[in-house]
Each structure stands twice: as C-alpha cells, then as structure tokens.
C-alpha cells in the first residue's frame, strides 16, 4: 500500500517524480525515496524518514541529475518506517535499484537461499529480496534485465508493482505487477514515459494511458514503443486509453484540506454522477449496466455487497435501499471475511462491489472468489480503470473524481447516489415499487446536492459545536433505520482523523449494554430527523439525558421537540428518509473535521492509515 512513480525520458526526473510523490501520498507517508539515473551512468539513492516534503529537504544540495528516475512513498508493511526500510532498495552491488507496492509473501525463503549464495541484506523488507533476485537471476543465468525480472518473478508469491532501473541498462526503465495497480503514460512518439499508482501523477504530462495487467512487465525505452510481455514470455498489446480528469480537481482550490473541499465539492458531485442519468424532465434513470444486463440483474436470486470501511457502510444501506424498491433478498459483508469463509455463492446471485479506490485487496480477492463461483459481478467505483473496475462485468461508476483526503466523504455520497439510483431503477424494471413513488424520489435524489448546500450554511455553528466536544475521550453515535450506517461512517469519520475512541449504534441497542457508558462526560450524538422512528429515537434521546449524557442531535429543520432537550443542534432539510443518509452524513463529516482540526491534527493523512489499502 505504497506510491510508486518513474520516469523516463529527456527532462530532468527528480522534480516530475517528487511532484507524482505527492500526489501518491494519500498511499502512505511513512517514508519517501527516489533513485536518478544519468547519461554517465551514476546511479544514486536518496531517502527520507515521513512524508515527501523531508524527502525534498534533505535531497537538496546534492546530484540531482538523471533523466531515469523512479520513486517511493511508504506505507510500512515489513519493518518499521525508517530509513533503512525506505525504499529505494538497491541490490547489493549498487547497480540496480527499485521501488516496490506489495507484498512478497515467500521473501522469507528467498532471502534464506540467496544468503546462502552469500547475499547481505541492509533492510527488514520483502522488497530488498526482491532486487537481490533479480541482481542474482541476471548474473546466474547472463541474463539482461527484461529477462531476469522476468524469471526471477517466476519465483515469487504475492502482490507487487515494480519498477527498475540499471546502471548497465541507462536507457531503460522496466516496470511489473501483479495484484497492486499499475498506470503507464506514454507520450506522443516515444519521447517519455511514466509509470505510477494511478494516473494522477501522469496527467499534466500526458492523457495517454496504458492499464498494466497482472504478472505483465513493461521494458521502456526512448524513443520505442514500450515492449510488453507476460510471465510466460508472451508478446501483449494494450490499447491507450485517454484519461479525462482535470488538474484542478486534485488541486486543494483555496481549501485548507483536501478533506474540507471534497466536503463542499459534494453537491457538484454528485450533480455529476447523475449528470446523463438521470433524465429531470421525465424524472427517470437509465443506467447503462441497467439496460445491458437488464435479464440478469432482474432476476438475480440474491444480491451480495462487498466493501470495507466505509464503502462497506455504503453497502449497508444499499441493502436497505434494495430491499425497499427492488425486493430482492440482500446480504453485506466485509470483503476480508468474506474472501476466507468459503461462501456460499450460485450463478444466480450477483455481487456487488463497492470501492472508492477500486484497488482494495481484499475486495479484489473477495470478488475474483465470487467470480470464480459464477457470480455475475457489478462494480460501484470511483477509481476510472481500476483493478475492481476491470474485474467487474458491469457497474456504474460514481464519477465524483479523485478523493485525495483518507478520510471519504465524496466517495460516501457518491456510493449512496449510484446505490439509490440502481435501487430505484431496478425496482422499477421488476415492477416492485408503485410508478408515482418512483417518479417522487428520482425527483427528490435530484435536489439532495442543493439541500446539502443549505447545510453548508451552518458550518460556523458546527464549528461552534466542534469546540464543545473536542476533548472528549469517546464519543457513541446512534441512529435507526436508514440513519444507523450513518451513525457507523460519523463514528469511523471521528476515529479516522480526530484519534478519539467513537462507536456507532442503531439507537434502539442502547439499552442492551451501551447505555452502562452513559455520564456526564460522555457526548452522543443522536440522528433523530423526522422519519417513521422519530418517536422512538426521541424517547432514546430521553433515555441518555436522564443519565447525563451530553447530547448533539442532528434533527429535521424547524424541529422543535428535541430543541427543548439540548441546545446543540444542527438541522437538515427535510427529505423523504430512504435518501436521509445523504443529507444526515453531511454535518457529522464537519464535525469531524473540526475537532480533528481543533486538536491540532492532520486530518488529509491521519497516522497508520493510507488511502488504499492495497494489502491485505
Ligand atoms: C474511509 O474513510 C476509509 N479511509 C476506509 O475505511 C475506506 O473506505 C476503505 O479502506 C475502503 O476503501 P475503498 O473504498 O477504496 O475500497
């Protein structure tokens, strides 16, 4: 779950590849490297523990020269971040170096066979092996480089994204994957490549993409067109895809935080990921994957969501959302369980997918079991080209573009809209939900982006509120019905970037065991808007006052029941409760964001936490 980024090409490298660093960084930050390559051959390696600004300040002053480069942002998987482990890793001659996301799982056993061989290793990680194979495969067998990675990925189990270069290669840079994503730019006739993560890095440079598949290596060279093959020597041809998402979207726009400008980017969004849609006059959807698998979604037996996190919340109410127009029976799981029970799966079933990233391990190997199984997938992504993406028969992308922050909030609404209008359309085709309810909710879901507008109008008195609650220890969210995955993602929103113990519960489970939490000290907050258990929620809200606890409740404008319980509220639009989670998010992502900020922390790359968990 690491960045890589490289270059190859006639502009001097570093400054391309410590600007594609940054735009990685949400992969992880706990150390940062670059290894230049120039025409006199001299290769040299520079590290730095933390995030790619140390990396910058500590490189300066020294050779920076080289047209080849390759580089890396860390997220610790095999010993501990320092710069020892960071990468690059140079093999042990110091002829060749590389950069590497994954995980060798068999390293252990490799390493023990080539320091038999008489092989040193300066570093805890799986990637150090890695280059020492490949430097004793070249030597072993008088291999040049293409073919010794070739072979010495024979012998490897797990997941990698690569890239190499070679002091006795210099007009070369060899790139592989398996299992972790891997994005080659091309420009016109050759003059330059670059490889990446993804395509962020690419895109000031070139729209030309080229999506690397599994166990395939790229060799690139100026001024050729870049040699292709598999692991089996085979010959491959890729088409070039043209990326189309623009600069300004990755860029802060006068923001303080990435995580606060997706917050307010949401209503443009998610106006885009309904844009062509969903038809206003009409007040009707078309989804393409609707209409091209019309058979086979219509008549699916059962439907399976796969997510993590907070796409598996997503999922959550996808089931509820699917279940109320569609009617077809629907089970969530976490992916990483999923993928090591042995499910039970029939052909009948379709599996849905749920990704913001699209590169999520344990979603891309829950969904190859399912696929195995004869399940017919259906991916929701963000990611366009992703892994999950391409292993998905059919889907719906939610279009809300690059979600730089760790912490989603963009990516959440966007899930829930593409879930609301698959459920409502699917429902529709089945016959399950009356005409005039359909027509009324595709008219409501439209709206949503300026009802949350109206929320933003509050932001001062959240903040306001925010200073209330910033130095609690723990924190119990409640909600019920469509409201209770909303109070899980407020929980998680806390957790992630304010650092503060927080559980989310549907309001109703209080009383069978939470409840022994409640005192003075203890804030809950409560979703109680104005829907079929508003009732039920308001005599919860009762249940916590009367043991002290601090409540903040998130009601329905022009509410005035729970107003005389606690001063702290903020209030929503009024929306039909099936499109509720869209609304009620919006205020507890902005808490969040303030107490984290409050506490002094960084809320775009919150400690131990990377923004694709490309590991398992
Ligand atoms: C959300 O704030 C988290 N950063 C995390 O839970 C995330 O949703 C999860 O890792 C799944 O990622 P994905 O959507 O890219 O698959």
Redesign the pocket.
Known sequence: MCGIVGYIGKKEAFPILLDGLKKLEYRGYDSAGVALLNDQQSLRVYKAKGKVINLEEKSSGNDLSGTIGIAHTRWATHGEPCEKNAHPHYSSSEEIAIVHNGIIENYQSIKKDLQKEGYNFISETDTEVLVQLIEYTKAKYHLELFPAVQKALTCVIGAYAIAIIDKSHPNTLIAARKSSPLVLGVSDNHEEFYIASDASPLIEYTRNVIYIEDEEIVELSIGKAPRIENLQKESIEHQVNEVSFDIGMIEKGGFPHFMLKEIYDQPDRLNDCMRGRINKELNEIKLSALIDHKDRLINAERIIIL?????WHAGLLGKQLIESFARIPVEVEYSSEFRYRNPIISEKDVVIA???????AD?IAALKLAKERGAFIFGIVNAIGSSIARIAETGTYIHVGPEIG???TK?FTGQLNVLTMFALALGYERGSIEKEKYHHLVNELTQIPEKIEKIFAQEEKIQEISKIFTYARNFIYLGRGFNYPVALEGA??LK?ISYIHAEGYPAAEMKHGPIALIDEEMPVVVISTKDNVYEKVVSNIQEVSARKGRILAIVTEGDTEIKNMTENIIEVPHVPSELEPLITVIPLQLLSYYIAINKGKDVDQPRN?A???TVE
Not at 307 to 311: A, L, P
Not at 354 to 360: A, F, K, L, P, V
């Open positions: 997510g993590c996190g907070t796409s749920i990704s913001q990233s699209g590169e999520t979603t760790v912490a989603s990516a998680l929103k992630e936490l923004k694709s968990v």
